[in-house]
């Protein structure tokens, strides 16, 4: 179960950074019809790089400490049937709640379109801000679940 925490808050904090990141490109990035431009990451765009190093040698860490878990397949990585049954369902569970979420999104984009008006980029932050939840929601579902069929089997 440690792989399954370790793989599902590290991706989590990968994710939430690299939404702020995007966030912060979206308000203070431009281009110019005259070929002008101005692209910044800003300081989430440093925490983003510095996460994904220290998170890539937690993982190889993790995978000479747990013979179990392949970097390759990250929290798909299975020490038995046992654990392929529970990764299976936990995959269902999550399926189904971000396909949920995909959905009210792919009606709700539009409409919040219309209530931002002519803020274009906060709409544009909007957007990212919700694509980034959903991978989120997503990865705790999966842990949660995760741990749920753990207990329960």
Known sequence: MK??????????????????????????????????SSFQFGPFGILFLAWLIVFGIIRLGLS??????????????AGDE????????ALGWTYRVVFTLLIIELFGVPVMSIGFGSRLVLFRQAVVVVI??????????YLVGW???DITE
Do not use: P
């Open 3 to 36: 792989k399954v925490i370790i793989e599902q808050i590290g991706n989590g904090i990968l994710v939430g950074l690299g939404t702020c990141m995007l966030v912060f490109m979206v308000a203070n990035s431009h281009w110019d019809v005259n070929g002008t």
């Open 64 to 77: 000479k400490l747990d013979q179990s878990y392949h970097t390759g397949e990250g929290e798909l990585s």
């Open 82 to 89: 046992r654990e392929r049954k529970i990764s299976q369902r």
């Open 132 to 141: 980034g939840s959903t991978l989120i929601i997503g990865f705790l579902t």
């Open 147 to 149: 741990i749920y069929y």
